[in-house]
């Protein structure tokens, strides 16, 4: 894993970065047209510099992971997956602070 910096998910490296991890993971469900994702984009930036060894942040583009959100139930973008040691633990809809993110990941 790159350190500090996040993993680009598809549908073919999903269950590799994400689901065999056996650390944090939080995957952000995004698009280049969602302007909220890319208000969101540089704070899941600072998570993936700042919990980096961690945390394992990645991000992944309903274009190229679309089987992915669907598999998952992602309705609306952004949205964030949190999972631990392979599960879904929890997840958080729309833009949130780097504090409260962080806050869920309990970093």
Same mark, same amino acid.
């Given at each position: 894993?790159?350190? @500090? ?10 269950e590799? !970065?994400? $689901?065999?991890c ?11 047209? %969602?302007?909220p994702c890319r208000? $969101? ?7 993936a !510099? !700042? ?6 942040? %990645?991000?992944?583009?309903i ?9 998952y ?11 631990d040691k392979?599960?879904e633990?929890?997840r ?6 780097? !504090?409260?993110i962080?806050?869920?990941? @309990?970093?």
């Amino acid at each position: 894993m790159p350190q @500090g910096k996040a993993v680009n998910i598809t549908a073919e490296n999903f269950e590799a !970065e994400v $689901l065999e991890c056996q650390t944090k993971v939080l995957v952000d469900f995004w698009a280049a047209w %969602c302007a909220p994702c890319r208000m $969101l984009a540089p704070v899941i930036d600072q998570i993936a !510099e !700042e919990t980096a060894g961690s945390v394992k942040v %990645c991000k992944a583009d309903i274009e190229t992971a679309g089987p992915v959100a669907a598999e998952y139930g992602v309705m609306s973008i952004p949205a964030l997956l949190f999972f631990d040691k392979g599960e879904e633990i929890t997840r958080l809809s729309g833009v949130h602070t780097k !504090e409260a993110i962080l806050n869920v990941l @309990g970093v």
